[in-house]
């Protein structure tokens, strides 16, 4: 069964310092990896997925996140914070194989970024 | 951004009255879905659609039912509203499973229930 765990709910930083937000995953199957950002009152954005290419993957606005299967991990990075990433991130994982519910995505629980000035 | 709409965006209703949310969509995608936000939880699945007419159960699908009478319309109804099923409603779609995008779902703006 897919499982997805967000291992800080809440993360603070600086602007202009790194960025990390972790994500670990179970899976049975081969997984698809996502990661969307919520603003405020707003819908969900990808930032970036990983469907089984290169393990690094670029994402928008300067975001990145590394698939590792020996640590069943896709952390989210960003080299320098900017006020404008403060929100709410999810990683998200999908069995591209899975023969039951076709797109379901299994959702943790999120993470707030909080950035000061 | 994906076109999708969702109507209307916030809603106050009343314990045991009926609620219809709708989502549209102009991308032609095959797959919709309906998913609620609760803080601590994440998003959850509601129900699902892959096609006209063709809908399925998913997670959290108890005290709701939903309709696909056209590609582009995809309806969510509470029969009976509940303080319970006070959340944020978001409308999401996706492509078929092969290609580029396979997987990528797309979200709408959400709409905010309030079951009094």
């Not at chain 1, 967000?6 to 202009?16: A, T």
């Not at chain 1, 990075?77 to 999908?94: G, I, L």
């Not at chain 2, 709708?22 to 959850?44: A, F, I, S, V």
């Not at chain 2, 699945?45 to 039912?65: A, R």
Request: aromatic letters at 12%.
């Amino acid at each position: 069964a897919q499982s997805v765990t967000q291992l800080d709910s809440h993360v603070s930083v600086s602007e202009g310092t790194p960025v990390l937000l972790r994500c670990n995953y179970s899976s049975s199957y081969s997984p698809s990896l996502f990661w969307y950002v919520q603003h405020p009152n707003k819908g969900l954005q990808l930032l970036l997925k990983y469907t089984s290419a290169a393990t690094l993957v670029k994402g928008i606005n300067g975001f990145e996140a590394e698939f590792k299967k020996s640590e069943t991990s896709f952390h989210l990075t960003k080299p320098s914070a900017h006020m404008s990433d403060a929100a709410e991130y999810f990683c998200v994982v999908s069995e591209a194989n899975y023969g039951g519910s076709q797109g379901n995505l299994i959702f943790g629980k999120g993470t707030k970024l909080s950035v000061k000035p | 951004d994906a076109g999708i709409t969702q109507s209307p965006r916030h809603k106050v209703t009343e314990t045991g009255t009926p609620v219809t949310l709708r989502c549209h969509q102009t991308e032609n995608h095959r797959y919709m879905y309906w998913y609620r936000q609760d803080p601590g939880h994440g998003l959850r699945l509601i129900h699902y659609s892959y096609g006209v007419k063709d809908t399925d159960k998913g997670e959290v699908s108890d005290g709701y039912s939903v309709s696909r009478s056209k590609t582009e319309d995809f309806l969510l109804t509470l029969e009976s509203a509940t303080s319970s099923q006070t959340s944020v409603y978001f409308c999401a779609i996706s492509e078929s499973w092969s290609g580029q995008n396979r997987n990528t779902i797309y979200f709408g703006e959400g709409s905010w229930l309030t079951v009094v």
